[in-house]
T-cell receptor, first 113, second 114 residues
Framework: SQELEQSPQSLIVQEGKNLTINCTSS?????LYWYKQKYGEGLIFLMM?????EEKSHEKITAKLDEKKQQSSLHITASQPSHAGIYLC?????????????FGKGTKLSVKP | DGGITQSPKYLFRKEGQNVTLSCEQN?????MYWYRQDPGQGLRLIYY???????QKGDIAEGYSVSREKKESFPLTVTSAQKNPTAFYLC?????????????FGPGTRLTVT
């Protein structure tokens, strides 16, 4: 079965620093999603990538999907305390039409002011 | 505003009791999903429904049941057969049952069973 591995598991950065979170799949990715979660709350959709080599940006967050569609990275530029939270990557589980997603275990980001 | 609501936010039950978690969406989405999240773990799929009056088991369906009588509603019942029910439960919906459409999540219900 497909698995998503996120690294690092946790990250503490100084405000203003850049950071990168990675998500690696054991199989080809059919739709890769990035979500952000505050502790004890629901997930907020950030971005979706589908094509190999695709890159999307929203404000100071950029996500990329590699050409082979087995790894994605999430890059935050000039981090702020508002970026703190848990970042989860999710991917289509069967590559079919069910829409079921599997998720990585998350990366916990703390930003020190 | 359109969105997904889950209630209650916190729920406490005694062991051996069934409990039903509510999930409602007004996004006119066809597909709805229930996930369970445990500390330090990703989300695991419990049940999903692609259309009204139809639903399928996910990866960890044992001890849970669902219904989908209306497009807007997808309640989850945690039965006494679920061996470890204490967890954070998240409901989601998407326009269509395809990974081409992002899933929108509710705020979650934290269930504690003692």
């Amino acid at each position: 079965s497909q698995e998503l591995e996120q690294s690092p598991q946790s990250l503490i950065v100084q405000e203003g620093k850049n950071l990168t979170i990675n998500c690696t799949s054991s199989k080809t990715l059919y739709g890769l999603y990035w979500y952000k979660q505050k502790y004890g709350e629901g997930l907020i959709f950030l971005m979706m990538l589908q094509k190999g080599g695709e890159e999307k940006s929203h404000e100071k967050i950029t996500a990329k999907l590699d050409e082979k569609k087995q790894q994605s990275s999430l890059h935050i530029t000039a981090s702020q305390p508002s970026h703190a939270g848990i970042y989860l990557c999710g991917a289509g589980n069967y590559g079919g039409s069910q829409g079921n997603l599997i998720f990585g275990k998350g990366t916990k980001l703390s930003v020190k002011p | 505003d359109g969105g997904i609501t889950q209630s209650p936010k916190y729920l406490f039950r005694k062991e051996g009791q069934n409990v039903t978690l509510s999930c409602e969406q007004n996004l006119n989405h066809d597909a709805m999903y229930w996930y369970r999240q445990d500390p330090g773990q990703g989300l695991r799929l419990i049940y999903y429904s692609q259309i009204v009056n139809d639903f399928q088991k996910g990866d960890i369906a044992e001890g849970y049941s669902v219904s989908r009588e209306k497009k807007e509603s997808f309640p989850l019942t945690v039965t006494s057969a679920q061996k470890n029910p204490t967890a954070f439960y998240l409901c989601a919906s998407s326009m269509s049952p395809s990974e081409s459409y992002e899933q929108y999540f509710g705020p979650g219900t934290r269930l504690t069973v003692t």
